[in-house]
């Protein structure tokens, strides 16, 4: 006999509903990308869109969401025109992190009034629309504190919208998901504390599943903050189609008049444009927009290389398919062209019509053209150094060895996440330069090994001189910026007797090359030392300039810069990977230095051997009898060979000369110094930056 007999069927059905309402605390949804998400549950608003409708993602949006929430990707960033769909992208990805996720977002609009009308005309009406969101935001329609122009608390989550001008909005907040919406319309220095992507980033210390997600169409070229972390990311990708007759896949790009791919457009006599197409890069294949629309579907996104694809589910993989490790740093560029809104016959009406005013010496709807429709930041008054022009100067010195004039030598140490590189500069008389040595210190800057090599090597290393007499590093300079710090300060104040300093680029408006300094704690190895190290702040802008004024020193003397013959062309690469920017301010000009790739390594460590250079004061007045003293002691105008001087003696000095700085000496090791001799100390010819092998390794 059945235990339910006698129960009435609709008193079940209801203790069925209520257990499956107290068990939905415990249920988990299956596992969806944001673009499958968006599919399902995404609606364009009639406030913020030419059509009220369901979404359906357009093929080069689909990847962009769904690495949107790859968790395997912590920072994304798209340089993007206008009219691609940007912000309906950003918003679904709101409505997935707290609906599906259950996450704790921000999103930083440029300025408090740009957050109000966001929230006015574009999130509430999301949450209006897509019903889905109604059932983890009960307080949709009232006015309620969970509900304000500033946050909206969702069952498990919030979301805050924030204002980017103030440093207060950057703080006191703790969150999963940051967004900044239009981040070359921020301020790059807010209430000098810092950029604002490093303020708003430091939200997400201590997240779990931490997603960085920056947009914006990039302005002035060197002061662009998208174009900087377009071009630092770890791999930048671009939408790629396949050709219809060559099958070779290729983005779309502008082109220009005297290149062979890229658009081209015939005109009738009254100047109308008549058709447009694509020419293919690999075989002039001339591509119609409906052809283009056609080929999407098969569009995959493809890094600079491409090695690696970005899938529409958000995954990784070889151009044959095999599963790859998802970058943490990822970059996308995405242009008017492969909108299916926006009709290539009216991209190239509007460049003809910004091209008209440019030739009547009006560059504003050109500029405007650049960066909305083309996604690109603006080349206004830019200063470029050729990487090939700088190794056709390079001179047949070898390196580790100092030629004649060269005096004293100068050390930088650049930190990055798997090794330490240091260079070698050679000074003389006047500000003159030799390139000396580059070295690569490949290990984890956590870990102490990596800082007993270098130790070691700065304790010991020698280099001949022309004169016979072998010198030493004077002065160090290491840079504490990235994740190291800590590792830095204890480095610099263990070996604070070698003269090595620790330093970091200044922010905001430089007042000289030295700009201050600051004492600093550190935790090193379980060790806490409140009175650390002297941290000094670089005027990077201001060294670069001063260098880069002695590269235009055209004849060997005073000022000169010497390269070595046997630098890599990656070094020269390096040194030649930034461009300086001008603008015209309300109180004048301004100058930035911007880098246009990722490894700079080589003008980092020149940076900071320059600020070396101010902070030793040697081309004050004062000092020219120490140099005329240095020089004696290095190469004596006698016989410089009939005998043999102890490169450790010091030689007598004014006192004026020594209150800051006394001429160089080979320091004696101290008794904490490790005695071991390692490998490192004369470097494998593969960690030499010089040599062909070096960038294989990185």
């Avoid at 280099?463 to 610099?492: C, E, K, L, M, N």
């Avoid at 060294?543 to 390269?563: I, N």
């Amino acid at each position: 006999m059945s235990i339910l007999r006698g129960i009435d069927p609709s008193q079940l059905e209801a203790v069925e509903r209520h257990l499956q309402k107290g068990l939905e605390a415990w249920s988990v949804k299956e596992p969806l990308t944001l673009e499958q998400w968006a599919r399902d549950n995404f609606y364009l608003s009639a406030e913020s869109s030419y059509v009220e409708q369901s979404w359906t993602p357009w093929p080069f949006q689909r990847a962009v969401l769904a690495v949107m929430s790859n968790d395997d990707v912590v920072a994304v960033d798209l340089k993007k025109s206008a009219r691609i769909g940007y912000t309906k992208m950003l918003l679904a990805s709101v409505g997935y992190n707290a609906e599906h996720r259950r996450r704790n977002q921000c999103v930083w609009q440029p300025t408090d009034d740009d957050a109000e009308d966001f929230v006015k005309s574009e999130l509430d009406p999301m949450l209006r629309d897509v019903e889905a969101m109604r059932a983890v935001f009960p307080s949709y329609l009232a006015r309620h504190k969970d509900n304000t122009l500033q946050q909206k608390k969702f069952i498990g989550s919030m979301v805050r919208v924030r204002g980017g001008k103030a440093s207060k909005n950057y703080r006191r907040i703790s969150i999963d998901v940051g967004y900044l919406d239009e981040l070359d319309a921020f301020d790059n220095d807010i209430e000098k504390e810092g950029a604002p992507d490093s303020l708003a980033f430091k939200r997400l210390e201590g997240a779990t599943f931490p997603k960085f997600i920056c947009g914006s169409t990039p302005k002035l070229k060197g002061f662009s903050l998208i174009d900087t972390r377009f071009t630092l990311a770890d791999e930048r990708f671009t939408f790629q189609i396949p050709c219809p007759q060559c099958g070779v896949r290729h983005a779309l790009s502008w082109g220009g008049k005297d290149e062979p791919h890229g658009f081209k457009f015939e005109r009738d006599d009254a100047g109308n444009v008549l058709t447009v197409f694509h020419m293919c890069p690999h075989c002039t294949f001339p591509l119609a927009q409906s052809g283009y629309l056609a080929a999407a579907e098969a569009g995959e996104y493809v890094n600079e290389r491409g090695d690696t694809w970005l899938r529409a589910d958000g995954k990784f993989t070889t151009p044959a398919g095999e599963s790859l490790p998802a970058p943490r740093h990822i970059a996308l560029h995405v242009w008017t062209a492969y909108s299916p809104a926006v009709s290539w016959q009216q991209i190239v009406n509007e460049f003809l019509a910004a091209y008209a005013k440019q030739l009547e010496g009006d560059d504003t709807k050109m500029k405007a053209w650049v960066n909305t429709t083309l996604g690109n930041a603006w080349e206004g008054e830019v200063e470029r150094t050729d990487a090939e022009e700088l190794k056709q100067r390079a001179e047949p010195f070898p390196l580790k060895h100092m030629p004649r004039d060269c005096l004293l030598l100068l050390c930088a140490i650049d930190t990055q996440d798997n090794r330490l590189e240091l260079a070698v500069w050679g000074y003389g008389r006047g500000g003159r330069m030799w390139t000396i040595d580059h070295r690569v210190f490949f290990g984890n800057p956590a870990q102490q090994d990596i800082w007993m090599e270098v130790e070691e090597f700065l304790r010991t290393q020698e280099y001949s001189h022309a004169s016979g007499r072998p010198q030493r590093i004077y002065a160090t300079a290491i840079d504490s910026g990235g994740h190291h710090a800590d590792a830095v300060y204890a480095f610099a104040h263990r070996l604070k007797a070698l003269r090595v300093h620790a330093v970091k680029g200044a922010s905001g408006r430089e007042r000289s090359i030295e700009n201050g300094n600051s004492r600093v704690s550190y935790r090193w190895n379980g060790k806490i030392e409140k009175l650390g190290p002297v941290l000094w702040h670089v005027g990077t802008n201001l060294a670069k300039d001063r260098f880069q004024s002695r590269l235009e020193v055209a004849a060997p003397g005073p000022g000169y810069v010497h390269l070595s013959a046997d630098l890599s062309a990656e070094w020269f690469k390096q040194l030649a990977g930034e461009i300086r920017a001008t603008r015209r301010m309300a109180h004048g000009t301004e100058t930035r230095w911007t880098p246009t790739r990722k490894r700079i390594e080589v003008k980092d460590c020149l940076t900071y051997t320059i600020w070396l250079e101010e902070r030793l004061d040697l081309w004050a007045p004062r000092k020219n009898r120490w140099w005329d003293e240095l020089e004696v002691q290095v190469q004596p105008e006698d016989d410089l060979f009939s005998y043999s001087m102890d490169s450790r003696e010091t030689p007598p000095v004014s006192k004026p000369a020594t209150t800051r700085m006394a001429p160089p000496q080979i320091p004696e090791p101290l008794a904490s110094a490790p005695t071991r001799v390692d490998s490192r100390e004369t470097p494998r010819k593969e960690d030499d930056f010089g040599s062909g092998r070096w960038s294989s390794r990185l």
